[in-house]
Nanobody
Framework: QVQLVESGGGSVQAGGSLRLSCVAS????????MAWLRQAPGKEEEFVAT????????NYADSVKGRFTISRDNAKSTVYLQMKELKPEDTAVYYC?????????????????WGQGTQVTVSS
């Protein structure tokens, strides 16, 4: 059973920074891509960033490109999301997720396993 546990959310003012972490268990972490997705109040889930199994390939939503950085530590089975220059529109519940098969995906529907989410609130 794959389990994902996020941490690091909180409340910050616009322009601030946060780093989210997600620890995975239940299968060989280094074999699979990981992603961060988010859901803002009243909106559908949206893709934020993804990283392939080795960490050598990353992709970002246009809305976060240049401000967010996804990374992973396979020895610790952990994926991170460093967020800088946060904006009020970044306010959302952030989820880490991983697919059931090896591949890089951009649609929330492609992700089989999700964490419980961590709240990020950015005030203006």
């Amino acid at each position: 059973q794959v389990q994902l546990v996020e941490s690091g959310g909180g409340s910050v003012q616009a322009g601030g920074s946060l780093r989210l972490s997600c620890v995975a268990s239940g299968r060989t972490f280094s074999h699979y891509a990981m992603a961060w997705l988010r859901q803002a109040p009243g909106k559908e889930e949206e893709f934020v960033a993804t990283i392939n199994w080795s960490g050598g390939l990353t992709n970002y939503a246009d809305s976060v490109k240049g401000r967010f950085t996804i990374s992973r530590d396979n020895a610790k089975s952990t994926v991170y999301l460093q967020m800088k220059e946060l904006k009020p529109e970044d306010t959302a519940v952030y989820y880490c997720a991983t697919p059931s098969t090896n591949g890089v995906y951009y649609s929330p529907e492609s992700y089989r396993y999700w964490g419980q989410g961590t709240q990020v609130t950015v005030s203006s």
